[in-house]
T-cell receptor, first 112, second 114 residues
Framework: GENVEQHPSTLSVQEGDSAVIKCTYS??????FPWYKQELGKRPQLIID?????GEKKDQRIAVTLNKTAKHFSLHITETQPEDSAVYFC???????????FGKGNQVVVIP | DGGITQSPKYLFRKEGQNVTLSCEQN?????MYWYRQDPGQGLRLIYY???????QKGDIAEGYSVSREKKESFPLTVTSAQKNPTAFYLC?????????????FGPGTRLLVL
């Protein structure tokens, strides 16, 4: 079955530093790994995703890396800003399958 | 995101009462989902529908029911059998199996028990 774990549960960083959040998954058949950002009281929004045929993907200050052998993937945020403060959810799924299994979320706090 | 709407924003339920949460999308998406969010629990799947007139149970379907009579609409009913309904409910939609797994969320409905 699908089981996604996120670490650490809470992460505090100084503004300008980098933040890294790691997710581990159990289903070796999974091949789609999105990251969602949820600000307080708002809806989750997709910020980046990766498919298993690549090892890394970047979008400005955000990057995701995937290690299929170890079954983990990580979100990297560089030059953090106060607006990066939010809860970040990772998920796993099969590309082309409708279901996603979400982790419990990481609270990221950027200290000005 | 603006293509998915949920109503109401806040909903109060009395003991023994059934309540229905609305979810509408104009994105022409085939698949729709309902999640429940509790503090520290992440997003848990209640029900999902891959196509009109079809739906499947998620991980926590007990005490809930859905219908999918129209492509645009996927209402969720919280029945009196759901003993702990207080939560933030999120609806989502995606294009379907042909196009990948990206899900787009509505703004959510917060359900409170009186």
């Amino acid at each position: 079955g699908e089981n996604v774990e996120q670490h650490p549960s809470t992460l505090s960083v100084q503004e300008g530093d980098s933040a890294v959040i790691k997710c581990t998954y159990s289903d070796s058949a999974s091949n789609y790994f999105p990251w969602y950002k949820q600000e307080l009281g708002k809806r989750p929004q997709l910020i980046i995703d990766i498919r298993s045929n690549v090892g890394e993907k970047k979008d400005q200050r955000i990057a995701v890396t995937l290690n299929k052998t170890a079954k983990h993937f990580s979100l990297h945020i560089t030059e953090t800003q106060p607006e990066d403060s939010a809860v970040y959810f990772c998920a796993e799924g099969l590309y082309g399958n409708n279901r996603l299994a979400f982790g419990k979320g990481n609270q990221v706090v950027v200290i000005p | 995101d603006g293509g998915i709407t949920q109503s109401p924003k806040y909903l109060f339920r009395k003991e023994g009462q059934n309540v229905t949460l609305s979810c509408e999308q104009n994105l022409n998406h085939d698949a729709m989902y309902w999640y429940r969010q509790d503090p520290g629990q992440g997003l848990r799947l209640i029900y999902y529908s891959q196509i009109v007139n079809d739906f499947q149970k998620g991980d926590i379907a007990e005490g809930y029911s859905v219908s999918r009579e129209k492509k645009e609409s996927f209402p969720l009913t919280v029945t009196s059998a759901q003993k702990n309904p207080t939560a933030f409910y999120l609806c989502a939609s995606s294009m379907g199996t042909a196009a990948g797994g990206t899900q787009y969320f509505g703004p959510g409905t917060r359900l409170l028990v009186l």
